[in-house]
């Protein structure tokens, strides 16, 4: 069971967060002020750490580089109510894994620490396989049963993250993200018509369907990943 | 300033009130020079005619003194004595036939005292003195050495004059271009203060003249802009922080119930009332952004990008969402310009306006992003041109969206410096044109 660590100074934030990854089978611990949430980080036993961008006593900026110097490696998940592009910067710039905006949807939240948590877990691989797909990370090839997927860069892009954490809601704004380097809200179904295509060239006819949308939430790559050693 | 304020050099220039200035006084300066040389030089004239005509007097008074038996040992005398040859001596008969002296014909005098001979013309002042036995005597003097010095005067004066207005001249020239130098100076720092750096003030120099004192007004203007300006994006933030917190926990709320309640009546009205909340968020979140990048001068994202990079991943970004709207999509790269900008913003501006060009552009129409260089002004060139309702017409029934996203454009290209322009197109569409300096 993963431990979480969250730092906000709002409690009613601060339930809700650590209601939502209950939910999700994770142990967390909370704490309203940033001195008192630094001692807990440094006491370590943690598997990853949210941290508010504003907090009283040290703000969140100080302390993940307070975290880092002492040589603290747990994952932090920064959340803040600002969200200009420079305070994204700073705040992975100072050693937050992940950055998040106020106010955040709860699946979105789940969607980041989970995707951390197996980002910081897993082993290096050279390939992923969910149920009959497969994709070779070295030479680029993606097969579903057998068959030889053609797929253009993003897609294949888009296809290695959603295995990768595969049986996750992925939420769109994360995808954007991580595929298209893009930090703020098209405001369009792009990602519906890239998924679309991607869905057209793995779930080829007669074929289980591996790609499933979750309205209002995001896309979810179904049965669990299995890791081949590289 | 514009062009339009300062249509040539020598008009900025002469617009300038010490130009004016210096060229009233040099004028009134070298005037009055002008008159007093011309006073001296006629006082000068009058002495020196003086002087000559008492030479001549003292000349007449010796030799009429004379007796007849002597007198042409002493006009021989005084030819001898005369050394510079300046003197001009004269005895002639009844007939007018010379008896001494070195005039040899009988000159006539002008009323004004100048001894003038029909064969040449001496410039030599003198009188004609009849004597008791029908002779007659004629002493003068050579204007000459009369007629140098009023040279002389003249050259001096011509000189004089040059100089001091030549000097002038230079004066008002310096006196000029160190007031252009400062009014440009001060037009540079107010360029780069309406570009948004409010950082910048205007020189103020020890001398604390009037373009000082107005320096000094103007600076302490801005001091209470920048201070106003940073109150507001004080209270912007602070705004944003204390809005944020209760929208959250609302939010979360109210995901929390609709979770509660899956499946039932309940989950779809919590489900439409987080997304008016989305709605809503999306709205307060764009007028944010649209402020934070107004206000703020931070360029921590600032770098080298290359626009065809940008412009091909926003292309392959909207391709298939262009294509699925029934609509084609092209992408010409004639030029890879770098230029400094914060890559994020650039492909949030790119975005925008595809996104834009999507929905105003029906079905079986055209989008075309384009990008090129402009060598002579060094400026990259992105255009991008649909064949949409273009600018000013209707929005097409169904069209989403919060309509911050060109004010969201305008903002990002101004922290840029970029110029941005939108225009229509015959007979339908629009362009959208962004040019940026390349470096």
């Not at chain 1, 880092?68 to 992975?92: C, F, H, W, Y």
């Not at chain 2, 002038?168 to 309406?194: C, D, E, K, P, Y």
């Not at chain 2, 003030?201 to 007004?217: C, K, M, N, Y």
Request: glycine fraction near 8%; proline fraction near 4%; hydrophobic fraction near 45%.
């Amino acid at each position: 069971m993963n431990r979480i660590l969250t730092i906000e100074d709002d409690a009613a934030t601060a339930s809700e967060i650590a209601l939502e990854l209950d939910a999700h089978g994770m142990t967390v611990t909370t704490c309203g002020d940033g001195p008192q949430g630094l001692a807990l980080a440094l006491q370590g036993g943690y598997d990853l750490i949210t941290l508010d961008r504003m907090l009283p006593g040290l703000d969140g900026l100080s302390l993940v580089k307070h975290l880092r110097n002492s040589g603290q490696n747990t994952p932090v998940l920064m959340i803040s109510a600002l969200s200009d592009v420079d305070e994204r910067v700073k705040g992975l710039r100072a050693g937050g894994d992940d950055y998040i905006t106020k106010p955040f949807d709860l699946a979105e939240l789940t969607a980041r620490v989970e995707v951390l948590l197996r980002r910081h877990n897993s082993l290096p691989t050279t390939q992923l396989t969910v149920s009959d797909l497969t994709v070779d990370l070295i030479t680029r090839q993606a097969i579903r049963a057998g068959q030889s997927l053609s797929l253009m860069t993003k897609e294949f892009q888009l296809l290695v993250f959603l295995m990768r954490n595969a049986g996750q809601v992925l939420p769109k704004r994360l995808l954007l993200e991580v595929v298209w380097n893009l930090h703020f809200d098209p405001s369009t179904n792009l990602i519906e018509v890239h998924i679309g295509r991607l869905r057209k060239k793995i779930d080829l006819p007669g074929m289980e369907p591996l790609i499933q949308t979750l309205r209002g939430s995001g896309y979810r790559l179904t049965r669990p990943i299995e890791h081949v050693k590289g | 300033m514009s062009k339009a304020e300062f249509p040539n050099h020598w008009q900025a220039r002469w617009r300038i009130s010490s130009l004016r200035l210096a060229a009233l006084f040099g004028t009134l300066f070298v005037t009055s020079i002008v008159a007093m040389m011309v006073w001296i030089y006629g006082q000068a004239s009058a002495f020196l005619e003086r002087r000559v005509d008492t030479l001549i007097e003292l000349n007449v008074q010796h030799l009429i003194q004379i007796p007849r038996a002597d007198l042409l040992q002493a006009i021989a005398q005084a030819q001898a004595n005369d050394l510079r040859h300046l003197e001009l001596y004269g005895l002639f008969d009844r007939e007018g036939q010379s008896l001494a002296g070195n005039l040899s014909k009988m000159p006539k005098l002008t009323s004004d005292g100048v001894l003038v001979q029909a064969e040449r013309t001496i410039a030599a002042r003198g009188v004609i003195i009849p004597l008791a036995n029908g002779e007659q005597l004629v002493v003068g003097r050579d204007l000459g050495e009369l007629a140098e010095i009023r040279q002389i005067l003249l050259r001096a004066m011509a000189l004089g004059g040059s100089v001091m207005l030549l000097l002038g001249l230079l004066l008002g020239a310096v006196l000029t271009n160190g007031q252009l130098r400062r009014v440009n100076n001060i037009r540079t720092i107010a360029q780069r203060i309406t570009q948004g750096d409010l950082s910048q003030r205007l020189p103020v120099g020890p001398r604390r003249d009037e373009i000082d004192q107005l320096a000094s007004t103007v600076n302490w203007m801005l001091d209470e802009i920048e201070r106003l300006l940073a109150e507001v994006k004080g209270v912007t933030q602070n705004l944003a922080h204390d809005l944020r917190t209760p929208l959250t926990r609302l939010r979360l709320q109210l995901d929390r119930a609709q979770q509660r309640h899956q499946g039932t009546e309940l989950a779809l009205i919590l489900d439409k009332g987080l997304e008016e909340i989305d709605t809503l968020l999306n709205r307060f979140k764009a007028l944010l952004r649209i402020s934070e990048i107004n206000n703020d001068l931070r360029k921590a994202g600032f770098c080298s990008v290359d626009l065809a990079q940008c412009a091909t991943q926003v292309f392959e970004l909207y391709e298939p969402l262009v294509e699925d709207k029934g609509l084609r999509f092209d992408l010409l790269i004639e030029a890879r310009p770098l230029v400094i900008a914060d890559p994020d913003l650039i492909l949030e501006v790119l975005s925008n306006l595809v996104d834009n060009a999507i929905k105003f552009t029906p079905f079986g129409g055209w989008i075309c992003l384009r990008l090129s260089l402009n060598n002579q002004l060094d400026q990259a060139c992105l255009e991008l041109i649909d064949s949409g309702v273009g600018v000013g017409n209707p929005t097409p029934p169904g069209t989403k969206g919060h309509g911050l996203g060109l004010n969201l454009v305008n903002a990002i290209v101004h922290l840029h410096q970029y110029q941005f322009t939108l225009q229509a197109t015959t007979p339908n569409g629009t362009l959208a044109r962004l040019l940026a300096p390349t470096f």
